[in-house]
Each structure stands twice: as structure tokens, then as C-alpha cells.
């Protein structure tokens, strides 16, 4: 089993960046696919992005594609999402997810959640 934590959540305005780490427990962490997932009030849980394994290869939903970064770093168990030019629209509870050996970005794929860290955007 995997036990994933998220962090970094918080108050920004629009413009502003903000990084979500996540950490997982265990000794096999390089085992998994990650990836970030958010959910809006009153909307379906959405894919934000994903990477493989090592990290050599990621994929980013349209809506955020060259604003965010997802990356990882094994050695710490860490998983981050570095959020550039933030929008209200970005306003979502975001979730940290691993997925054993095959990389994927849809959110029925993903078998361990972290319980979630707020990203709040104003105007």
C-alpha cells in the first residue's frame, strides 16, 4: 500500500505561482506512475498531469500545458506541481495519485489518493 500527502495549497491571486509537493510512503516509490488531478466545486474530478516512473515522460491536460510542471524526485519519494500564471479557473482541491508500473492520465487508473490541498485563485 501507498500513503500519499499532499502540500502547499493555498490563497493566491491571479498571475501568482504556487508548488504542490506530495510525498509518499515506502520503498518503492520508483515503482509508480504519479499524477496530479483536480477537482472544482460542483464538477468531475479532472486529470491536471502525469509523469513516468523516472520522470522521463510527462503529459499535461490542454488547460494547463506551459503553465504547469509536474516533476519528481525518487530519492525523496516527492512528487511536485509547479503552477506558473495562475487563473481563478485553477481554483480546485488537488490531488496527488500513483499508479503501479504503467503510465497513464485518466483518473480510474490511478489505485492510491492523497486526501487533497486547496488551491484557492482570486481575481
Known amino acids: 500500500q501507498v500513503q500519499l500527502v499532499e502540500s502547499g495549497g493555498g490563497l493566491v491571486q491571479a498571475g501568482d505561482s504556487l508548488r504542490l509537493s506530495c510525498v509518499a510512503s515506502?520503498?518503492?516509490?520508483?515503482?509508480?506512475?504519479m499524477g496530479w488531478f483536480r477537482q472544482a466545486p460542483g464538477k468531475e474530478r479532472e486529470d491536471v498531469a502525469a509523469?513516468?516512473?523516472?520522470?522521463?515522460?510527462?503529459y499535461y491536460a490542454d488547460s494547463v500545458k506551459g503553465r504547469f510542471t509536474i516533476s519528481r524526485d525518487n530519492a525523496k519519494n516527492t512528487v511536485y506541481l509547479q503552477m506558473n500564471s495562475l487563473k481563478p479557473e485553477d481554483t480546485a482541491v488537488y490531488y496527488c495519485a500513483a499508479r503501479y508500473l504503467l503510465f497513464s492520465s485518466a483518473v480510474s487508473s490511478y489505485d492510491y489518493w492523497g486526501q487533497g490541498t486547496q488551491v484557492t485563485v482570486s481575481s
Open positions: 509523469i513516468s516512473r523516472n520522470g522521463g515522460n510527462t
Open positions: 515506502g520503498r518503492t516509490f520508483s515503482s509508480y506512475v
